[in-house]
Nanobody, 123 residues
Framework: QVQLVESGGGLVQAGGSLRLSCAAS????????MSWFRQAPGKEREFVSA???????RYAAFVKGRFTISRDNAENTQYLQMNTLKPEDTAVYYC?????????????????WGPGTQVTVSS
């Protein structure tokens, strides 16, 4: 069992930055692929970024070099550095853990979810 808790969300002006964190419980954090998804009101949950247990990263096209995912296995934590934020980035951001890296781009591929953290970007 893995428990995930996100933090770092908030209100920021367009062009600003936020750093999201996801703290995981358990001793086996390092074997999981980790990801970030987001969900805006009235929209489906969508893939943002992922990082495998070996550090290979994946990004959604709309990230376009603005976001950087990372993980610290010693601290059981993953991060999402978000720069040049836009109003369309406003959403609840969720952390997820995957036993298999095969399904990191789809919500169905996640085995564990955090409760989410709200990110609001004002124009």
């Amino acid at each position: 069992q893995v428990q995930l808790v996100e933090s770092g969300g908030g209100l920021v002006q367009a062009g600003g930055s936020l750093r999201l964190s996801c703290a995981a419980s358990g001793r086996t954090f390092s074997i999981y692929a980790m990801s970030w998804f987001r969900q805006a009101p009235g929209k489906e949950r969508e893939f943002v970024s992922a990082i495998t247990s070996s550090g290979v990263t994946r990004y959604a096209a709309f990230v376009k070099g603005r976001f950087t995912i990372s993980r610290d296995n010693a601290e059981n934590t993953q991060y999402l550095q978000m720069n040049t934020l836009k109003p369309e980035d406003t959403a609840v951001y969720y952390c997820a853990a995957h036993r298999s890296a095969f399904g990191v781009r789809t919500p169905k591929g996640a085995d564990y979810w955090g409760p989410g953290t709200q990110v609001t970007v004002s124009s």
